[in-house]
């Protein structure tokens, strides 16, 4: 029997939902990109859709660990095509956005509820979502400064080849 209330386990179950919908939406962004010839930016969204499913993955280890039960709801179609890859970053920095505002509110319930375990699990997504939110935007930054430039493009798209998929700490130290 879990200690988990109901209500917190509906609201775990809905944010694996909202972390694998943000997963379909990066793979959808890093397809649509690979079929511009941006590489770099393919990468960067094909990391994205792994991270999110990790995020997606550790409440489910969470909700598991506390007796609860995982309930994988459909994940609801995702767009397929973007003007440009800063509609694309101005589009993830709005959805990271709305996951850090559901990442808040989980964080209330469980002070409300005085789940203290669950209130300690959400400190890594508080943080991990200032990352999130933060690198969105210095690429937007860079994407505006180049403005049309092709070759501003094509040497960002370079830097975005360059990042590397990290397992997050929370399911890297899981045995
Ligand atoms: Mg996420």
């Not at 890859?85 to 956005?97: D, I, W, Y």
């Not at 370079?158 to 929370?170: D, I, M, Q």
Request: with cysteine; proline share 2%; net charge negative.
């Amino acid at each position: 029997m879990t200690m988990l209330s109901e209500k917190m386990q509906n609201a775990l179950n809905a944010q694996i939902n909202a972390e694998m919908w943000s997963a379909y939406l990066y793979l959808s962004m890093s397809m649509a990109a690979a079929d511009k010839g941006l590489k770099g930016v393919a990468n960067w969204f094909a990391i994205q859709f792994k991270e999110e499913q990790d995020h997606a993955q550790i409440f489910i280890n969470y909700l598991l660990s506390r007796g609860g039960r995982v309930k994988l709801a459909p994940i609801a179609e995702v767009e397929t095509e973007w003007d440009s890859p800063l509609a694309m970053f101005e589009q993830t920095l709005s959805h990271e956005k709305k996951v850090t505002s559901l990442i808040h509110n989980l964080c209330n319930l469980a002070a409300e509820e005085k789940d203290v375990a669950t209130a300690n699990r959400m400190v890594w997504f508080v943080d991990e979502q200032v990352e999130e939110e933060e690198s969105a935007r210095d690429i937007i930054d860079e994407l505006k400064l180049v403005g049309g430039d092709k070759l501003g493009l094509y040497m960002i798209d370079k830097e975005l080849a360059a990042r590397v998929y990290n397992t997050p700490s929370p399911l890297a130290t899981a045995e």
